[in-house]
């Protein structure tokens, strides 16, 4: 295992990603992950939901007028969430940077904080791990997703991840093992759908809290999370059949 970030022996990343400005073609990645913070945040009594990577802002602009809602990315995506969500605060932040979050210590206490489809774009994850852990010390709840590398790949994948935006994906072990490296002690870990098109939970999901009695409180409301019905149920299935026939 490599100890930079618990990833196998052997594993290649991909050492310059593309930017990645959310022009997905309408498929909704990572889609229940914001539900998911909109009912913690609800259980919680949060007024406020703090989006680290928040892209163009189109997932996390649903949960206002619930919650207020403040938004972290750069580039294109600051400009767009600005311009498409004016009632919300949209602040531009390099993840990859040494830099501290731009909230106050007053903005996050009593927030929920997510950071969803984020980790895997970094070329140095662990600075924003470092700033998710010190937001903890105020937030009482991070709600952290990320792909798992290998539903998607297989165990055997050691390549670089296929797509071009992403720098490295993780097991669900591995992904266990680097938040443990870096500190989060109370955290939960399951699976989530990958994207609104297809029932396949591909994707990790990692509740972290402040303390154990309010992450045990918290956990069974992922447990017994609603699951809406994929929007294409026929595709769906043959896209998995297709995937079983290839991997073999």
Known sequence: MRDSDAIRSGYRIRDVPEYFDDDLGGVVWQPDV?????RLAQAIGATRVIDVGAGDGSKLAPLYPGVDVIGLDFGRNVERS?????????????LDSEAPL????????????????????????????GKLRAALESAPVLLLSTPERELWRGVRS?????????????????????????GFDHVSIG????????DEAHTIEALATQDRDLLDRLVPLLIDRPIPPARHPIRARLRRAARIVVRG
């Open 82 to 94: 600005a311009e498409l969500y004016p009632f919300g605060t949209w602040r531009d932040h390099d």
């Open 191 to 198: 699976l989530t759908r990958s994207n609104d098109r297809t």
């Open 158 to 182: 050691l390549d670089p991840p296929r797509n071009p935006h992403h720098v490295r994906e993780w097991s669900i072990r591995e992904f266990g093992q680097l938040l443990r490296q870096h």
């Open 34 to 38: 914001y539900a998911d913070a909109q």
């Open 102 to 129: 731009p909230v106050s210590n007053e903005e996050l206490h009593g927030s929920l904080v997510v950071c969803s489809d984020v980790i895997e774009h970094l070329r140095m994850p662990e600075r924003l791990l």
